[in-house]
């Protein structure tokens, strides 16, 4: 059974940090490309951050450059997100998402919720 279960979401002031999981089962964890969206309320699903399944190179949506930082352990088949100098307006449910190298499956996890405010 396929499963990806983000963790690490909360409450943080603005200039916080936090540090998002994503532990994967189910699937071959280092043949995936893994992804960070974020969602906040009343908008569109937005990519913040890939990582490459092998050379674990990442990508970052200009908003979040410098301050995400993304990461993988495919011994542990977890994905992270360093988030750094959190604003109000990263607040948003986190998701992980994985799809496999040749694009053939694409997995979810439920969520997290990140909130900035004072």
């Known amino acids: 059974q396929v499963q990806l279960v983000e963790s690490g979401g909360g409450l943080v002031q603005p200039g916080g940090s936090l540090r998002l999981s994503c532990a994967a089962s189910?699937?071959?964890?280092?043949?995936?490309?893994m992804s960070w969206y974020r969602q906040a309320p009343g908008k569109e699903r937005e990519l913040v951050a890939h990582?490459?399944?092998?050379?674990?190179?990442?990508d970052y949506a200009d908003s979040v450059k410098g301050r995400f930082t993304a990461s993988r352990d495919n011994a542990e088949n977890t994905v992270y997100l360093q988030i750094n100098t959190l604003k109000p307006e990263d607040t948003a449910v986190y998701y992980c998402?994985?799809?496999?190298?040749?694009?053939?499956?694409?997995?979810w996890g439920q969520g997290t919720q990140v909130t900035v405010s004072s």
């Open positions: 990582i490459t399944p092998s050379t674990g190179g990442t």
């Open positions: 189910g699937f071959t964890f280092s043949q995936y490309t």
């Open positions: 998402r994985a799809v496999h190298f040749t694009g053939r499956d694409d997995y």
